[in-house]
């Protein structure tokens, strides 16, 4: 069993940066792939940002490309989401998610096959 959990939120003004923090529990974090969601109020949860286990690939949802990324230190059980020219439409919960995968390569960008999920941390970006 992985638990994640995420910090790093807060209220920040249109143009600024937040890095939210999500760490693992477990001895095998290497072997996972990890996502970055969100879901604004009134919306469906969305697809933010993807590694694979090895830190080598990365994905990211059009809306947040060039402005977010997803390092992970497989060292400190950590994955993190550096946004940068934060702006209101990124306001909405965030989760991080997790799921041990086939292979050190592989990201997924989509809510299945992830199966172990983070409580959500707030990000508030105003105008």
């Known amino acids: 069993q992985v638990q994640l959990v995420e910090s790093g939120g807060g209220l920040v003004q249109t143009g600024g940066s937040l890095r939210l923090s999500c760490a693992a529990s477990?001895?095998?974090?290497?072997?996972?792939?990890m996502g970055w969601f969100r879901q604004a109020p009134g919306k469906e949860r969305e697809f933010v940002a993807a590694?694979?286990?090895?830190?080598?690939?990365?994905y990211y949802a059009e809306s947040v490309k060039g402005r977010f990324t997803i390092p992970r230190d497989n060292a400190k059980n950590t994955v993190y989401l550096q946004m940068n020219s934060l702006n209101p439409g990124d306001t909405a919960v965030y989760y991080c998610?997790?799921?041990?995968?086939?292979?050190?390569?592989?990201?997924?960008?989509?809510?299945?096959?992830?199966?172990?999920w983070g409580q959500g941390t707030q990000v508030t970006v105003s105008s």
């Open positions: 590694i694979s286990g090895s830190g080598d690939n990365t």
């Open positions: 477990g001895r095998t974090f290497s072997r996972y792939a």
């Open positions: 998610a997790g799921t041990l995968a086939t292979s050190a390569s592989i990201y997924y960008t989509r809510s299945p096959p992830y199966n172990y």
